[in-house]
Nanobody, 124 residues
Framework: VQLQASGGGLVQAGGSLRLSCAAS????????MGWFRQAPGKEREFLAA????????YYEDSVKGRFTVSRDNAKKTAYLQMNSLQPGDTGVYYC??????????????????WGQGTLVTVSS
């Protein structure tokens, strides 16, 4: 599986960005795609995830209502729409692919394939 993330950039507080992640290779069945971010000096944190075979999207509580995941199965591409961005959202955003069990869908170590990361900087 290869992942190509794009869409990061510099945005002012209150603004929006949409990230994309194009996947190649295995994305069927119980494969999941997750979105994570890593802020400077902090550990990588879970944002959202879904299974390609399912309809439910799992969100971290801190981004519910501001971030929305969508996908195009035919293009094997996932999107992360981020609204009302704040300086605390600054970091490198990653998409990841793996086969986590549902109870561990938010666990970074369950994902074995990672995109290169795209930097999001939110200025105050």
């Amino acid at each position: 599986v290869q992942l190509q993330a794009s869409g990061g950039g510099l945005v002012q507080a209150g603004g929006s960005l949409r990230l994309s992640c194009a996947a190649s290779g295995r994305t069927f069945g119980d494969y999941a795609m997750g979105w994570f971010r890593q802020a400077p000096g902090k550990e990588r944190e879970f944002l959202a995830a879904f299974r390609w075979s399912g309809s439910r999207i799992y969100y971290e509580d801190s981004v519910k209502g501001r971030f929305t995941v969508s996908r195009d199965n035919a293009k094997k591409t996932a999107y992360l729409q981020m609204n009302s961005l704040q300086p605390g959202d600054t970091g490198v955003y990653y998409c990841a692919s793996g086969r986590p069990i549902l109870s561990q869908i938010a666990t970074a170590s369950q994902y074995h394939y990672w995109g290169q990361g795209t930097l999001v900087t939110v200025s105050s």
